[in-house]
């Protein structure tokens, strides 16, 4: 193991460098530091291109970027156009009190990152988790494209850049310690937040911090701890922000206390996209109790007043006409009669005897996350400050500042941690609505969705149906067929210019995006002969976008299932015939570890069944085995879980296993109960009691979740959860009842009465 004592770059009293050969190329990379004027200590990170060592006979080969057709998956692309401005992603600042502080160029909605990225800052600098503060950072178009949070890509993308940075401002200290101590800087190391001398002095950060940032600024080399050197990082820890969030002190969007802000709800038309002829009593509502405003926004009638209770009050009391909408006259027997119709057919149309052919139908799901949609906004004198949840900050501001027509710098958003994703935050509608109420009305707004709005009038998974066919031959899979429509997912977020920006050889257009993501994600993990994997869309106007783990949930649990129904035709034991053809022992090893753990194969009564797959995506890789209890085919509930993931090297396992155990809870609504149904133009599900996803006693009590140690840098968490739990849930359900399923989710009643729309 390295020793951090001496494993410095080496430096004198008069900061003369002299680096040894190990030390001249970090990560085949060198690092220069910056230092920020001012009394304490701010290091920002440019990482540079492999150079010549002073002494050394010939350069050290520079590593060559990714090209488009080395690209591996979506978070490829994503690391890869973010390269120009990597070096600017952190900055770190050590303050006198002997805190470090590092805004976060990415989204917390609940995955933990800021309790991972911290990790990474508190390992290098050798403190405690709870000394550094990594408050969101606001849009910064410096970055380009470098600010988007989604892909399963975030640890991914700062895992090299945060740690660069921290580990230069460690390097900075120990060189304000040895010019205080006057002795060699390659004979200090740091540990507790403290420089320690080989005499045994020691000196605290903060107390070093205006020292480091007052001497000379030169190049200067240092080096990242090796993984082999972690103490912190790998270890389980509790995320930053729990005590916060459990004692109700956390503030979210609608508890910020800007100045002036005055709360704001809105009027939304019958059908989606629908428009405002008039508003009919508007006299009326103004003299309601508290109203102070109203004004027709794009996206229906604003009502502006004193509290939320009065704007609720007001805006439902409004008497509107109503224009048509975008898809008034469309109800899912319309979406899956044009999804059928969109999906390629498979060639020959009728099956052989040694091929299986299947069909699944997948309806929308909405994101529904805790934290309804919900921004403030002041736009008045020319500028506009906006805060709320966005995952794609920067083409937030680009498209609010083109819709205000300010200039992009006259317009500030800031980042504020969500109650919830999925995906719903890389979109910035509730951001720009607010601000047009606010440009509208003069006022601060302060803009909240009702649980209504946000299941009918927010972003859904699009509706699917997908058709496999295997073409089998004794004891194998000699072709896997995949063919697969679903609506047009709307990628205008900013990922589609991330994809054509990478590169002129990736397809342009929403279509394009779609394909590619389709295409980098969703792949079969299996030695199976020809795989074909076919998407086509369908273009219905409706407000879809990303769902955690947008195409691969549909598309890999009805691949599980044709496995499960193929071993079942070739005689074999579900779990065997997988290991048996997947394609590394790596992916292996998850699967053997869940058959192990959970006992596969055991003895169960009537009705009850065990159910196991496999998903690999992001570099990541898991297994899931279930237990259900289907005695009534109406009502299954899963009774125990064992999952296992390979993230590569884990920062957070804690962390891990909650994203696993979110992506079970998902899997197990999406499989079993909840969808949306769409009626003539609308969702009709309005709230929690109608959308029927998972409640606490839809989950097992009995849940066994392992992290396998893993090497190298870390890969995607997010995504990872859900395709593999879907796959085991849906393949009891059928061992347990007999019942195929071929439509999800499973059971999906209307057994509700909708609100008045």
């Given at each position: 193991m390295a020793n951090p004592a001496t494993d410095r770059p080496t430096r004198g009293r008069h900061h003369t460098v002299q680096p040894r050969l190990r030390d001249r190329i970090v990560d085949r990379r060198k690092f220069l530091i910056y230092l920020g004027a001012g009394s304490t200590l701010t290091v920002a990170t440019k990482l540079g291109l492999d150079v010549l060592a002073p002494g050394s006979a010939s350069a050290v080969p520079t590593p060559s970027l990714p090209q488009p057709a080395d690209l591996r998956d979506l978070g490829d692309i994503l690391i890869l156009s973010g390269k120009p401005t990597e070096a600017l992603l952190f900055t770190v600042e050590v303050t006198e009190d002997g805190r470090v502080r590092a805004e976060l160029p990415r989204m917390e909605v609940?995955?933990?990152?800021?309790?991972?990225?911290?990790?990474?800052?508190?390992?290098?600098?050798?403190?405690?988790?709870?000394?550094?503060?990594?408050?969101?950072?606001?849009?910064?178009?410096?970055?380009?494209?470098?600010?988007?949070?989604?892909?399963?890509?975030?640890?991914?993308?700062?895992?090299?850049?945060?740690?660069?940075?921290?580990?230069?401002?460690?390097?900075?200290?120990?060189?304000?310690?040895?010019?205080?101590?006057?002795?060699?800087?390659?004979?200090?190391?740091?540990?507790?937040?403290?420089?320690?001398?080989?005499?045994?002095?020691?000196?605290?950060?903060?107390?070093?911090?205006?020292?480091?940032?007052?001497?000379?600024?030169?190049?200067?080399v240092t080096k990242p701890k090796s993984p082999s050197e972690f103490k912190l990082v790998g270890t389980p820890q509790q995320r930053v922000d729990a005590r916060a969030m459990v004692t109700g002190a956390f503030k979210y969007t609608l508890d910020l206390d800007i100045k002036g802000a005055t709360p704001a709800m809105v009027r939304r038309p019958p059908t989606i996209n629908g428009t405002v002829e008039a508003v009919n009593n508007e006299d009326e509502v103004r003299a309601m109790p508290g109203v102070l405003d109203i004004a027709v926004i794009d996206t229906g009638v604003a009502v502006v007043a004193e509290t939320f209770?009065?704007?609720?009050?007001?805006?439902?009391?409004?008497?509107?006409?109503?224009?048509?909408?975008?898809?008034?006259?469309?109800?899912?027997?319309?979406?899956?009669?044009?999804?059928?119709?969109?999906?390629?057919?498979?060639?020959?149309?009728?099956?052989?005897?040694?091929?299986?052919?299947?069909?699944?139908?997948?309806?929308?799901?909405?994101?529904?996350?805790?934290?309804?949609?919900?921004?403030?906004?002041?736009?008045?004198?020319?500028?506009?400050?906006?805060?709320?949840?966005?995952?794609?900050?920067?083409?937030?501001?680009?498209?609010?500042?083109?819709?205000?027509?300010?200039?992009?710098?006259?317009?500030?958003?800031?980042?504020?941690?969500?109650?919830?994703?999925?995906?719903?935050?890389?979109?910035?509608?509730?951001?720009?609505?607010?601000?047009?109420?606010?440009?509208?009305?003069?006022r601060v707004i302060k803009l909240m969705w009702s649980r209504i709005d946000d299941m009918r009038h927010g972003r859904a998974r699009p509706a699917a149906h997908h058709r496999f066919r295997a073409t089998i031959g004794p004891d194998t899979v000699l072709r896997l067929e995949h063919h697969t429509a679903f609506v047009e997912t709307d990628w205008t977020h900013g990922l589609g210019e991330i994809l054509t920006a990478t590169s002129a050889e990736l397809p342009a257009g929403n279509f394009g995006f779609a394909q590619t993501v389709f295409m980098l994600t969703v792949k079969s993990p299996y030695n199976f002969g020809v795989v074909e994997q076919v998407l086509n869309e369908v273009p219905l106007k409706m407000h879809t976008g990303a769902w955690r783990s947008v195409y691969s949930v549909s598309s890999r649990c009805g691949e599980e299932i044709v496995v499960d129904e193929v071993a079942a035709k070739l005689g074999k034991d579900p779990y065997e015939f997988r290991r048996a053809f997947l394609k590394t022992d790596a992916q292996r090893a998850v699967l053997d570890k869940v058959a192990k753990e959970g006992d596969w194969g055991r003895s169960m009564d009537d009705g009850f069944a065990q159910g196991i797959a496999f998903h690999e995506e992001y570099k990541s890789r898991t297994a899931c085995l279930v237990e259900i209890d289907a005695r009534d085919p109406h009502d299954p509930r899963v009774t125990k879980a064992v999952i296992a993931g390979d993230y590569g090297l884990p920062i957070n396992p804690r962390g891990l296993k909650a994203q696993l155990l979110g992506g079970l809870t998902d899997a197990i609504s999406v499989t079993l109960r909840a969808g949306l149904h769409i009626d003539k133009g609308l969702p009709l599900e309005g709230s929690y009691s109608q959308f029927h996803y998972a409640r606490q006693v839809d989950s097992p009590t009995d849940v066994q979740i392992f992290i396998l140690p893993g090497e190298s840098e870390p890969g995607g968490a997010g995504e990872l959860g859900v395709p593999a739990a879907a796959g085991a849930i849906a393949n009891a359900y059928a061992r347990a009842t007999g019942i195929a399923p071929r439509s999800f989710p499973i059971n999906f009643p209307v057994d509700f009465e909708p609100f008045p729309r």
């Open positions: 609940g995955q933990g990152l800021t309790t991972a990225v911290a990790m990474l800052v508190a390992e290098e600098l050798d403190l405690q988790l709870d000394q550094v503060d990594m408050p969101l950072a606001p849009a910064r178009p410096e970055l380009l494209m470098n600010q988007l949070t989604g892909g399963s890509n975030s640890i991914r993308s700062v895992y090299g850049p945060v740690r660069a940075a921290a580990a230069a401002a460690r390097t900075r200290l120990c060189e304000a310690a040895a010019n205080r101590w006057g002795v060699a800087v390659d004979g200090l190391r740091t540990e507790a937040g403290r420089v320690v001398g080989a005499d045994g002095r020691t000196a605290g950060y903060g107390e070093l911090t205006r020292l480091a940032a007052t001497l000379p600024i030169g190049e200067l209770g009065q704007a609720l009050d007001a805006k439902d009391a409004l008497d509107v006409t109503w224009g048509a909408g975008t898809v008034d006259d469309v109800s899912d027997e319309d979406i899956f009669k044009k999804l059928r119709q969109a999906t390629v057919p498979l060639v020959p149309p009728v099956s052989l005897p040694n091929q299986l052919d299947f069909e699944f139908d997948w309806a929308p799901i909405n994101h529904a996350p805790m934290e309804t949609n919900s921004a403030v906004a002041d736009v008045r004198n020319g500028r506009a400050e906006i805060w709320g949840g966005m995952k794609s900050p920067i083409v937030a501001q680009q498209q609010i500042a083109k819709e205000l027509g300010l200039p992009p710098g006259k317009v500030v958003c800031h980042v504020v941690q969500s109650g919830g994703s999925f995906g719903r935050r890389l979109f910035w509608d509730g951001p720009l609505e607010a601000a047009r109420i606010s440009k509208a009305t003069g």
